[in-house]
């Protein structure tokens, strides 16, 4: 059994990790939040210890390093992205390996810092990336690679996932803490597209704004047209006032159906993880270079066929 600690226990997504670590047969022994919403943690780990301070949470991890027995092993990150650098960082000093939710970094550089703290340190640093242990996306890459060589896929993606205007007042629209809607919500979207098409050839972006993006990515073996936003108002007319989620992956006229199966992936990343076959830093590179220049791109007039269909709605 291996003891874990949680940073950013009243996130949105630490449930998930909670119930992971339980589902692996593993135990929660502490865990971190600035907020104390966390009384989830009493249907999953209600043993664990809890701080909402940074420096009693490692002094803690400290004390208990002295015993075989009760020392850390991994440490696992949901707090605000703007974070996990120093949160990834402090977590391999402690000794431990570290598990983080996406995305990882917000640049390569940022990458490079944390391979030198893993040379220092002896430990390893893996990112959740789900949407690789997707069966429908598993199935995809394999359709993909039986196709041949010259085969190059036309995609056009489109996630539009509703938020509220608390999103806003929130650290998630605040651009220097989340780095944007298409690093926040885009980056698996991204790896999964490297993962099933190769690598990047081209990034153009065609909108950027505070609550959407598009723009046009070419990989070795896919022309993908994307869309992402968290604005209501860009939901489809048949799916507004019934669901507050649009999610569509068309791939050469075929609809990728991945809408289920999504609730144990963090299960199963933990699985991967602890039998020795997690994502690494070199494995989340690729996406974290892709919203780094989608960041960093003046927006431009797209080409003809190029351009998501939704652009025109923003004109």
């Given amino acids: 059994m291996k003891n874990f600690a949680l940073i950013g226990a009243a996130g949105y997504i630490a449930p998930r990790h909670m119930r992971a670590i339980k589902d692996t047969g593993h135990n929660l022994a502490l865990a971190y939040d600035i907020n104390d919403s966390v009384g989830i943690i009493d249907s999953i780990s209600p043993h664990s210890e809890f701080f909402t301070e940074f420096e009693r949470f490692q002094e803690h991890a400290n004390q208990i390093k002295r015993n075989p027995a009760t020392a850390l092993d991994y440490v696992a990150i949901c707090s ?42 002896g430990k390893r640093v893996f990112n959740i990336l789900q949407l690789r242990h997707h069966d429908a996306i598993i199935k995809l890459r394999e359709k993909v690679a039986a196709a041949p060589l010259d085969t190059k896929f036309d995609v056009e993606l489109t996630y539009i996932t509703s938020r509220g205007k608390w999103y806003m007042e929130s650290w998630k629209g605040d651009n220097r803490k989340s780095f ?75 609809q990728l159906e991945f809408s289920e199966g999504f609730t144990e992936l963090h299960t199963t990343s933990y699985r991967e993880i602890l039998a020795g076959r997690g994502y690494g830093l070199e494995d989340a590179r690729h996406c974290i270079e892709t919203v780094n220049a989608i960041r960093s791109a003046q927006p431009v007039r797209g080409e003809t066929g190029e351009v998501h269909p939704y652009v025109a709605r923003l004109a």
């Fill in 80 to 121: 605000p992205n703007y974070l996990h650098h120093a949160h990834i960082a402090a977590g391999l000093r402690l000794g431990c390996d570290v598990i983080c939710e996406k995305p990882l970094v917000p640049t390569p550089e940022l990458v490079d810092e944390l391979a030198l703290v893993e040379r220092e340190t």
């Fill in 180 to 254: 944007g809607v298409a690093t926040n919500i885009g980056v698996h979207f991204y790896d999964m597209l490297h993962f099933v098409f190769g690598k990047l050839q081209r990034n153009v972006v065609h909108y950027s704004g505070v609550a959407k993006a598009a723009g046009y990515l070419e990989y070795e073996r896919a022309r993908v047209r994307w869309f992402l936003s968290i604005d209501a108002g860009d939901l489809p007319d048949d799916v507004k006032g019934k669901k507050s989620t649009f999610r569509s992956i068309d791939i050469s006229g075929e």
